[in-house]
């Protein structure tokens, strides 16, 4: 059954492929952003009957961190360090594409055989979580600028996010709250950092950065 | 009953064609502010053509020559696997969009030997570009009717558009839509539109098809003209087929109905041509793997 919850998780899945094939830093910002967006919405759709307060400021409260507050930093950052805004990853668009791809049918694979007590609210929830982990690592790995890092970080968060949702009867609120606390802090120390490291050593390239020995 | 209005269809497909061409430039025009050329005019160019000799370099062999009539076998054949309205084709058999996928493929061979046969450096260059956007083409032609086959659960092309229906679009419309928007990049590049290839270029460096057959004159020019008109056909029904499942269970209305529906999909290739620019060279692979990836998450989603 098609129901627009499986088309706003099919979106999301776009998104990730969208994210492995760009290749400007606004775009990638931009893209995270929606991520955001369309896991508000599915928490508030997720939800069989009427959603209680606290989906609501699940929802909202992720909505304004991912959508409003980290583009807002993000975009900050890319202003005040002053880098080339394109990506230059160490492996291809075509061939992240690719690699997307697999991982996809990996995760679909993986997210059939994981027994979980109690049943997601998509079968598609599950899989689309492995993948997006699979993107998050796959954008650390293979983009070389430190803010795509942290793009990539905000990925497989959102992944743990979604996973969060699949299962929101057993998770308290105060957890996914106090991840989504964590997640704020870190972005708000990378974006100190890298204007830091910018400020140091004029560059924000991470082959780079791991010659940094004492 | 049946065979007549195959006959029927199969040669008015054959007949309007070049239509489609002109309905493209009509709504370039109309978006230009320009009055556009008469609809009729693939019609006159073809016929201005045929009408002309041909003229063959020394150094060309009879490949030059015998190129366009196999493309012209290979797509009237592809035109047959069509389904009529709503039933299957009389030439249909399992296994038939594998066929339709290597006859687009001989089809090319051909031409791509023949600009190889003119021993001109820059149509070698063409026929390099075409070979390597067609081989990305292909796989996600071929992910894409995979995905359809799987969905529908039919190995053969007629059976596969014959069975999509409005209750497959509810019921699992995330297949069908990414199988569907990535046949019409599919569309886009093996008919040489916008954003793939600029058909109006002229501007030596960056054309790709129509690099191809600067050798080509007369009679031959003709028939590739007509070819390309009969392939952007051919993929707009498939892609009609798909998008407008709507059935009024008469053969004739449905086939009447498809044939102004894939005027409708000339009509949007008309306004991607007049709202956008061709791609950059080196980005048109990233948006072919993209339409792959497309396809094969389709496939995916199919199997489990």
Same mark, same amino acid.
Request: aromatic residues 10%; charged residues 15%; positive net charge.
């Given at each position: 059954m098609l129901s627009w919850l499986e088309a706003l998780i099919i979106l999301l899945v776009l998104t990730n492929f969208a994210l492995l094939g760009s290749s400007r830093?606004?775009?990638?910002?931009?893209?995270?952003?929606l991520q955001g967006m369309l896991l508000g919405i599915i928490t508030i759709a997720s939800q069989p009957g009427a959603a209680s307060a606290r989906i609501y400021i699940l929802a909202l409260g992720n909505i304004a961190t991912k959508c409003l507050l980290f583009p807002w930093l993000f975009y900050r950052a890319v202003k005040e360090v002053n880098i080339r805004r394109e990506v230059e990853p160490y492996v291809g668009y075509n061939l992240s594409l690719l690699a997307g791809v697999i991982s996809f049918g990996l995760s679909l694979w993986l997210g059939d055989r994981l027994p979980f007590p109690t049943k997601a609210f998509s079968d598609l929830a599950v899989p689309t979580v492995f993948f997006m982990l699979w993107v998050g690592l796959l954008l650390i790995i293979s983009r070389n600028k430190?803010?795509?890092?942290?793009?990539?970080?905000l990925v497989m968060e959102n992944g743990i996010y979604l996973f969060g949702i699949s299962f929101v009867e057993a998770a308290p609120l105060?957890?996914?709250?106090?991840?989504?606390?964590?997640?704020?802090?870190?972005?708000?120390?990378?974006?100190?950092?890298?204007?830091?490291?910018?400020?140091?050593?004029d560059t924000l390239h991470?082959?780079?950065l791991a010659n940094l020995k004492d | 009953m049946i065979s007549l209005s195959f006959a029927v269809t199969f040669v008015s497909s054959l007949a309007v064609a070049p239509l489609y061409l002109s309905i493209i430039n009509k709504t370039k025009a109309f978006f230009?502010?320009?009055?556009? *050329? *008469?609809? @009729?005019? *693939?019609? =006159?160019?073809?016929?201005? @053509?045929?009408?002309?000799?041909?003229?063959?370099?020394?150094?060309?062999?009879s490949i030059l020559f015998v190129s366009p009539v196999i493309g012209l076998g290979c797509l009237i054949i592809a035109t047959a696997f069509l389904p009529v309205g709503r039933t299957p084709s009389i030439f249909a058999f399992d296994g038939d969009f594998i066929v339709l996928a290597y006859l687009f493929?001989?089809?090319?061979?051909?031409? =791509?030997?023949?600009?190889?046969d003119t021993g001109s450096s820059f149509e070698g260059m063409g026929a390099s570009r075409e070979a390597y956007f067609a081989t990305l083409t292909e796989?996600?032609? =071929?992910?894409? @009717?995979?995905?359809?086959?799987?969905?529908t659960g039919t190995l053969c092309l007629s059976g596969m558009l014959t069975q999509i229906s409005g209750e497959m679009w509810k019921q699992s419309g995330g297949i069908l839509a990414l199988t569907a928007s990535s046949l019409f990049i599919v569309l886009l590049s093996e008919c040489a539109r916008i954003p793939i290839d600029d058909p109006n270029t002229h501007l030596e460096l960056t054309m790709i098809h129509e690099v191809m057959v600067l050798d080509h004159s007369g009679p031959d020019f003709a028939l590739i003209h007509y070819l390309s008109c009969l392939k952007f056909w051919i993929i707009g029904s498939v892609l009609v087929r798909m998008v407008l499942p709507a059935t009024v269970h008469s053969a004739w209305l449905d086939q009447a109905m498809v044939f102004a529906a894939v005027a409708g999909i000339a009509v949007a290739v008309g306004l991607i041509e007049s709202s956008m620019a061709r791609l950059k060279l080196n980005t048109v692979p990233q948006l072919l793997v993209g339409a792959s990836t497309l396809s094969a998450l389709a496939l995916l989603l199919g199997l489990r």
């Open positions: 830093l606004a775009s990638l910002i931009r893209l995270v952003a430190a803010i795509t890092q942290v793009v990539g970080y105060f957890v996914e709250l106090g991840v989504l606390l964590d997640v704020i802090v870190g972005v708000f120390i990378m974006g100190i950092i890298i204007h830091q490291i910018d400020r140091q050593f991470v082959g780079q | 230009a502010g320009r009055q556009g *050329p *008469p609809l @009729l005019q *693939p019609y =006159i160019d073809i016929w201005k @053509l045929l009408n002309k000799g041909a003229v063959y370099s020394k150094t060309t062999t493929a001989l089809m090319r061979f051909f031409f =791509i030997i023949a600009a190889l796989v996600a032609f =071929i992910l894409g @009717l995979a995905a359809m086959a799987k969905k």
